[in-house]
Nanobody, 126 residues
Framework: QVQLVESGGGLVQAGGSLRLSCSAS??????MGWFRQAPGKEREFVAA????????HYADSVKGRFTISRLNADNTMYLQMNSLKPEDAAVYYC?????????????????????WGRGTQVTVSS
């Protein structure tokens, strides 16, 4: 049974940092990513990583502030979030794709991912 479990969310002041973790079990994936959803808004792409070539992709809004990484050994993915802004506040979801690795043009598309975690809340106070 595939499970994705996020952790690491919380409350932080603007300018602060948080590190999110996603632990995957049940299988390995070619592509994993982070998405977020704020109240009243659609779920949006944050960052993704493709296992082959260790290629990383970021939304423009987080480039230079967030870093996605992963550990092969324990099938865990991380999102280091620095210089957090109030507009970063949202529920952050871990996502994974079971099929072939996504090409860059599709890596931020919600429907391309087959598995989702339950999310972890990130709150940023101004």
């Amino acid at each position: 049974q595939v499970q994705l479990v996020e952790s690491g969310g919380g409350l932080v002041q603007a300018g602060g940092s948080l590190r999110l973790s996603c632990s995957a079990s049940g299988r390995t994936f070619n592509t994993m990513g982070w998405f977020r959803q704020a109240p009243g808004k659609e779920r949006e792409f944050v960052a993704a990583i493709r296992w082959s070539g260790n290629m990383k992709h970021y939304a423009d809004s987080v480039k230079g502030r967030f870093t996605i990484s992963r550990l092969n050994a324990d099938n865990t993915m991380y999102l280091q979030m620095n210089s957090l802004k109030p507009e970063d506040a949202a529920v952050y979801y871990c996502a994974a794709r079971s099929g072939a690795a996504l090409i860059a043009g599709h890596i931020g598309v919600v429907r391309e991912y087959d598995y989702w975690g339950r999310g972890t809340q990130v709150t940023v106070s101004s």
